[in-house]
T-cell receptor, first 112, second 113 residues
Framework: NAGVTQTPKFQVLKTGQSMTLQCAQD?????MSWYRQDPGMGLRLIHY???????DQGEVPNGYNVSRSTTEDFPLRLLSAAPSQTSVYFC???????????FGQGTRLTVV | GENVEQHPSTLSVQEGDSAVIKCTYS??????FPWYKQELGKGPQLIID?????GEKKDQRIAVTLNKTAKHFSLHITETQPEDSAVYFC????????????FGSGTRLLVRP
């Protein structure tokens, strides 16, 4: 059982480049979320989805886009990367009870 | 929106001692309060949770208490062991329809052998 899989694990981008962080879960969970983790600031919610075709903004959505075309996948897009987006990104999923969140291993992104 | 504050940011204890981490939340409608443990290089994992209709919950060496009136909740770890060393996060969750799980800033716990 793979759980929540994030790719890539590491990425270096130049300012202004775009990229997509991939997240897939094989638990048939309805809820999926993206967080960024910065030193001293914990986990901050970027975007979340309560089901296929439904997404909403979290605490820090600016500079990021998401879509949820299938239950399994929830990609996070950076349209024009900025150094302030250097962070570790975590994807998480939960079932319909929206209690335990299962996290992926994270993607460490550096924008230079 | 919900705001969760967590203290302390770092905590160092001797093996066998107890550790306490405290969190406060702002939204009185929040009704679910989980605690996550994050080991180095990994994603956070749920270790214990509590709902707003319960005042205390225990699971072996860990326990969580909730004071709804004061809007704060705490994690208690007794008989700490070196493998308890990790970053701990509290979180608050309001309701299923909005599904915004908001985390505190984290506490780095170091258990000295």
């Amino acid at each position: 059982n793979a759980g929540v899989t994030q790719t890539p694990k590491f990425q270096v981008l130049k300012t202004g480049q775009s990229m997509t962080l991939q997240c897939a879960q094989d638990m048939n969970h309805e809820y999926m979320s993206w967080y960024r983790q910065d030193p001293g600031m914990g986990l901050r919610l970027i975007h979340y989805s309560v089901g296929a075709g439904i997404t909403d903004q979290g605490e820090v959505p600016n500079g990021y886009n998401v879509s949820r075309s299938t239950t399994e996948d929830f990609p996070l897009r950076l349209l024009s990367a900025a150094p302030s987006q250097t962070s570790v990104y975590f994807c998480a999923s939960s079932d319909h009870t929206a209690t335990e969140a299962f996290f992926g291993q994270g993607t460490r992104l550096t924008v230079v | 929106g919900e705001n969760v504050e967590q203290h302390p940011s770092t905590l160092s204890v001797q093996e066998g001692d107890s550790a306490v981490i405290k969190c406060t939340y702002s939204d009185s409608a929040s009704n679910y309060f989980p605690w996550y443990k994050q080991e180095l290089g990994k994603g956070p994992q749920l270790i214990i949770d509590i709902r707003s209709n319960v005042g205390e919950k225990k699971d072996q060496r860990i326990a969580v208490t909730l004071n709804k009136t004061a809007k704060h909740f705490s994690l208690h770890i007794t008989e700490t062991q070196p493998e308890d060393s990790a970053v701990y996060f509290c979180a608050a969750f309001r309701d299923v329809s909005s599904y915004k799980l908001i985390f505190g800033s984290g506490t780095r716990l170091l258990v000295r052998p």
